[in-house]
């Protein structure tokens, strides 16, 4: 079993920064994919960002240029620098990891609110 454990949400005006972070814990962390997830109030669930444990990247439209997503395989921990925030990017964020191309796991959400 895997437990993800985030931080770094909060409430921060237009145009401005936060950093997520995501930590993994548990029996086996051989990750092959950690990204992060948004929701926004009454939509559903969308992948926004993704990295594989080769390096290899995917960022949806709506963020590229200004999220960057990064992991750490000592720390079994994956980031998300969000920059240029929007009132749009507002909703949770939810960490997911998949393990051996087949288990998936996420962790509560954090949440992140940009003030116009």
């Known amino acids: 079993q895997v437990q993800l454990v985030e931080s770094g949400g909060g409430l921060v005006q237009a145009g401005g920064s936060l950093k997520l972070s995501c930590v993994a814990s548990?029996?086996?962390?051989?990750?092959?994919?950690m990204g992060w997830y948004h929701q926004a109030p009454g939509k559903e669930r969308e992948l926004v960002v993704s990295?594989?444990?080769?390096?290899?990247?995917y960022y949806a439209d709506s963020v590229k240029g200004r999220f960057t997503i990064s992991r750490d395989n000592a720390k079994n921990t994956v980031y998300l620098q969000m920059n240029s925030l929007k009132p749009e990017d507002t909703g949770v964020y939810y960490c997911?990891?998949?393990?051996?191309?087949?288990?998936?796991?996420w962790g509560q959400g954090t949440q992140v609110t940009v003030s116009s």
């Open positions: 990295i594989s444990s080769g390096g290899n990247t």
């Open positions: 548990g029996s086996s962390t051989n990750f092959n994919r």
């Open positions: 997911h990891v998949q393990q051996y191309y087949i288990r998936n796991y």
